[in-house]
């Protein structure tokens, strides 16, 4: 038996996982990444990459690389209803054709727009910027047996072929998904409604332009009798998934053969001399569960691994690379010794409302799409969309037809990518929920810094990219007693400031009230881009050094 010592270490090397290697990185923190398979899984699975995901993936250098493998964004406007692929139409959400105020929201929200992008794609791009940053060491072919938290550091029990070993480490990430050991294995319950339904994802390869070139979907759903389900296009070209219901008590993936699957795409389509290539198959559960605690001792859960919803929003992967991105710069505060221990409690207290909130409103959108052919009741539906009876089917296309557009918020829900809040400024409980489209800017403490176009050395560039691996402090060009006390205070801490008119101008004249920053005034940014502190808090220097102080005093009063 070996022993090797690291600051963390990540169990899983999914997206989430490397996001989480990959922000400890640039705050100059090395981690070792244990993977139980070979590499990336080929298997697309997810494709939504939201607006929030997109900054994230811009502030880390990876968002060209996704763009290049992202289908054109003319698909992403699109979600189609039809009877089969090459028959007839049923209806359909353009979101391109929205309300202008909403289109106009959501360009001025964000330097990103959502994207769709395979998660096999997202995960090498991911895997390529650890690789090339070099802070993380990745051990493929490595089964995690078991953890242990002695209290001082974590103890990791790998296997990698014949061999065990064991690791040690200051703190250990389990992002090793929703069918992950270790959440079990600390005791960690989870909580939820029940199981939502069963599905089953068959992975292909077709020609599908003569359907798709001229009329471009994000989401094809075929509602018939004999093989209903949600065509996905994860390229724009040849790579599909489709997604139809699974019973797992009368039936196994062992049922489904590359035949059958071929032909079952091939009714689904229309048409039976379709040449289709079966890449893979596998069945998975749709469930909304939370786990009850995101940490145990110096084990923290992330990804899948601490929630699971109903794809239904795209929220999944996209919750979990924010949870990487809060977990991964609390984690390196404390490593680097900048903030105290207790900071690493906010990560659950801070992440945990957002998946319940997430997993809240993709149930929501799973039972409204009910009343769209898209649940239990497709059969009955689907039966009365073929109806010998003419009326009977017309009445069922009517009915169909109205349900469609409905559908509308849980295809462009702007403000729960990005509108969620930490801490105070969040709403409580009992409050309404907020709604998932009107997105709001806002300057509060807990909220993403809102984005401005600024220039910075004759380049244009978002409020966003002057944001670093540690805090950022945005002053209007009268507040240099802000600038001041922030120097005195954060002498130990990575961070910078930004004089507005001495380093940045705004690009339309207007200044950047937008920001919650007058003239006199100025704002605080945390390094995973959410504001810490603004002068509209209080109006003198000791407010600022309050707000540090939550972080730091604890380590100063420690050393």
Known sequence: MTV???????????????????????????SVVCERYSGVNPHPRAHVVNTRSMELLRAWGVTDAVLRDAVDPQWTHNIRWKQTLSGRDLGRINLADGPGEDIL???DASPEVLTSCAQDRVQQHLLDAVLAQGMATLRYDTTVLDVTDRGGDVEVAVESGQRQETLRARYAVAADGATGVIRDALGIGLEGPPVLGHQLNIYFHADLSPWTSRDPALLIWAINS?????????DGDRRWTFQRSFDPATESPADYPPERCAQIIRDAVGVDELDVEIRAVGPWTMAARTAKHYRSGRVFLTGDAAHQ????????????LADADNLAWKLAAVINGWAPEDLLDSYESERRPVALDNARHSVGNALKMA?????????????RLESPDPEVAAEARRRLAAAIPVQRPHFDALNQEIGYVYGPGRPEATDAPPSATDFRPSAVRGARLPHAWVERADARVSTLDLLIPGFTLIVGPAGGVWADAFAAVAESVPSHTVVVGRDIVSTDGTGLEQLGIPADGAVLVRPDGHIAWSSAEGTCEDSLSAALYELLTATRAAA
């Open 105 to 107: 929201r959501r360009i």
């Open 4 to 30: 090797t010592d690291t600051p963390v270490l990540i169990v899983g090397a999914g997206p989430v996982g490397l996001a989480t290697a990959l922000v400890l990185g640039r705050h100059g923190v090395r």
């Open 371 to 383: 009343d769209a052919g898209i649940g239990p009741d497709t059969g009955d539906i689907a039966a």
């Open 226 to 234: 004999v093989s209903p389900g949600v065509f996905i296009g994860m």
């Open 309 to 320: 919803f109903p794809p239904t929003g795209g929220l999944g992967m996209n919750t979990g």
